[in-house]
């Protein structure tokens, strides 16, 4: 498989735990990208890394919100003490030039 | 103002029709922009990038880019069902090239 891995495709968990992601980029690209997109919204940027470090954040990520890629190949995002505004389609994408793209994303329902 | 900007829709054409998506963007320092198509419950795939003045035209794509106005577009001809999904225009931007996204445009294309 070519493409942009993310597991697991759907999470369920109470309020209040923590959950983890992980996201598998095409081996090639050394660009990651994590957004969130809720209903009825476009996708929204939250972090940035080339190779392993994290470059870039955005004001989205809360500090109950931490993401690493060890060694510049997978990457994880892990929310913790979850709230129900934290439910919605978290995507990796990852880029060589201007080409973007995504996984099939991590749907999280918060209950 | 948001930074990207579309008609939300519902947009409906029959079958066999021209479908026009259009898109306007605030940052004029904006270079590259992308229509993504996102079916229900799907991430979004990439249709096409533009970043010249003028048409891109892609079997039955056409990308428009207008940056003195601040305008891109996309042309669907002749319509087909299959179509049917959220369109999304994306501008990349900031130090980390990260896509903005605008709300998307729902297209229902009618048999």
């Known amino acids: 498989d070519t493409g942009v891995s993310q597991d697991p495709r759907h999470k369920i968990t109470k309020r209040g735990q923590n959950v983890t992601f992980r996201c598998d980029p095409i081996s090639e690209h050394n660009r990651l990208y994590w957004y969130r997109q809720t209903l009825g919204q476009g996708p929204e940027f939250l972090t940035y890394?080339?190779?392993?470090?994290?470059?870039?954040k955005s004001r989205l990520l809360s500090d109950r919100f931490s993401a690493e890629r060890p060694k510049g190949s997978f990457s994880t995002l892990e929310i913790q003490r979850t709230e129900q505004g934290d439910s919605a389609m978290y995507l990796c994408?990852?880029?060589?030039?201007?080409?973007?793209?995504f996984g099939s994303g991590t749907r999280l329902t918060v209950v | 103002q948001k930074e990207v900007e579309q008609n939300s829709g519902p947009l409906s054409v029959p079958e066999g029709a021209i479908a026009s998506l259009n898109c306007t963007y605030s940052?004029?320092?904006?270079?590259?922009f992308f229509w993504y198509r996102q079916y229900s419950g799907k991430s979004p795939e990439l249709i096409m990038f533009i970043y010249s003045n003028g048409d891109k035209e892609d079997g039955r794509f056409t990308a428009q880019l207008n940056k003195a106005s601040q305008y891109v577009s996309l042309l669907i001809r002749d319509s087909q069902p299959s179509d049917s999904a959220t369109y999304l225009c994306a501008v990349n931007a900031g130090s980390a090239r990260q896509l903005t996204f605008g709300s998307g445009t729902q297209l229902t294309v009618l048999p």
């Open positions: 994408a990852s880029r060589e030039g201007l080409g973007y793209t």
């Open positions: 940052d004029r320092g904006s270079q590259s």
């Open positions: 890394f080339q190779n392993e470090a994290q470059l870039e």
